[in-house]
DNA sequence: TTTTTAATGGAACACTCGTTCATTATACAG
DNA sequence: CTGTATAATGAACGAGTGTTCCATTAAAAA
């Protein structure tokens, strides 16, 4: 046949993903990424077809990215609770060194895109977040059979109620991160509000 | 002397506030500007000097407003507490017609602006947030003071869990409003989380 | 070694960006 | 009514945008 491509698909959308997610959708341009990625506009058209595309799929790389890391949280964990736990803590206080942003891309992008101009790109990030969401709900109902919460919870509600908190907390981060509120905060999830 | 203006400028800063609110800061261009306060670019650069310090005024304004709403839920209500939670309801679920954004416009701004790229605007709304914390640390001392709150709280402890929340809140909320589960978690907030 | 085929590099396109400025319009002072 | 000061206009600027195009390059297949 012919030539093959000499770059590494996954690294480039590594690279893309870690711009997009520090500097947003729109505060990425097709320059900043020519010099992250080391690709010309021939090479990444080719490959990506465009620049909502190659958000699509870094945004894909990124929940993806985000997936395997709760589910080693839970291999990890004797209980789903604690897995869960664990997750959260891993998102918003360890394994920030050398990250982008230590908010979310996919609340980002949410926060960022509109119906009006960026329509596909908002309803795949919304798509990404409900799979989180019912990843959580399995795990929750999984902690339900196990008996480690009571099973006349609604999973479903309790994986809402984990959402708004990593969210609050993440974006919380950004501003005023004082580690030892924050480790409180995240016990408190799963305890009781401070107020109680 | 000679001619005056003749547009209204707080109708103008409003009016920007609301475009900035909805598309983000790099979403929104000079020229949607333009045609939103109906001015042509000389009167804009005369009355605001530049993109950068328009969107200045236009989140000062709009953490005023917020300001605003929260004095107007306190004086409605018997207690700070009941105030406090009247305001959130209003954020979070009434007050929301016609409004750019169920989401909090200077959250918006710190996940979107960037500390290499947009530093003075990114300052501007980690400060503007911070007075928002301010207050609610306040609202929360004068409620132990009335008995409301347990006295060996933490006051700024509560007033950080209120900001975590509400960002949390309205951010999930652009997501899955659902009105029912949101009013509970609401409620929550004072009360104890959901796995309690 | 030759042919084939796709990856690459990078100039260039049409358009939009934030911003400037010479010009025109208008209201008031004399 | 005239002169003057300032508000408003909108064409235009240089730089940057996402994207296209195609000559060149390089490696696999014949």
Same mark, same amino acid.
């Given at each position: 046949?012919?030539? %093959?491509? $000499?770059?590494?698909?996954?690294? &480039?959308?590594? $690279?893309? +993903?870690?711009?997009?997610w520090s500097?947003g959708?729109?505060?990425?341009? !097709?320059?900043?990424?020519?010099?992250?990625?080391? =690709?010309?506009?021939?090479?990444?058209?080719?490959?990506?077809?465009? $620049?909502?595309?190659?958000?699509?799929? #870094?945004?894909?790389?990124?929940?993806?990215?985000?997936?395997?890391?709760?589910?080693?949280?839970?291999? *990890?964990?004797?209980?789903?609770?604690?897995?869960? $736990? =664990?997750?959260?803590?891993?998102l918003v206080?360890?394994?920030l060194?050398?990250k982008p942003s230590c908010m979310c891309m996919i609340v980002k992008s949410i926060s960022e895109?509109?119906? +009006?101009? @960026?329509?596909?790109?908002?309803?795949?990030?919304?798509?990404?977040?409900?799979? &989180?969401?019912?990843?959580?709900?399995?795990?929750?109902?999984?902690? !339900?059979? *196990?008996?480690?919460?009571? #099973?006349?919870?609604?999973?479903?509600?309790?994986?809402?109620?984990? *959402? %708004?908190?990593i969210i609050g907390l993440r974006t919380y981060a950004r501003v005023?991160?004082?580690?030892? +509120?924050? @480790?409180?905060?995240?016990?408190?999830?799963?305890?009781? #509000?401070?107020?109680?």
């Open positions: 046949m012919s030539k %093959v491509a $000499k770059f590494n698909r996954e690294e &480039v959308i590594d $690279k893309a +993903t870690n711009l997009y500097k959708y729109h505060g990425t341009s !097709m320059r900043n990424l020519q010099t992250a990625i080391d =690709l010309r506009p021939g090479s990444i058209y080719a490959t990506f077809g465009s $620049k909502d595309n190659l958000f699509k799929e #870094s945004i894909n790389y990124y929940a993806a990215q985000t997936g395997e890391l709760l589910e080693i949280c839970l291999a *990890q964990s004797a209980t789903p609770l604690t897995g869960l $736990k =664990l997750f959260i803590r891993n206080i360890d394994n060194d050398g895109l509109t119906d +009006t101009d @960026n329509k596909e790109l908002l309803d795949e990030a919304k798509r990404l977040l409900a799979n &989180v969401e019912n990843k959580f709900s399995e795990i929750i109902t999984e902690a !339900m059979a *196990q008996g480690e919460i009571d #099973s006349d919870k609604d999973a479903s509600e309790l994986a809402s109620y984990i *959402q %708004v908190q005023n991160n004082n580690e030892e +509120t924050i @480790n409180k905060f995240i016990d408190e999830i799963f305890i009781g #509000s401070p107020f109680y």
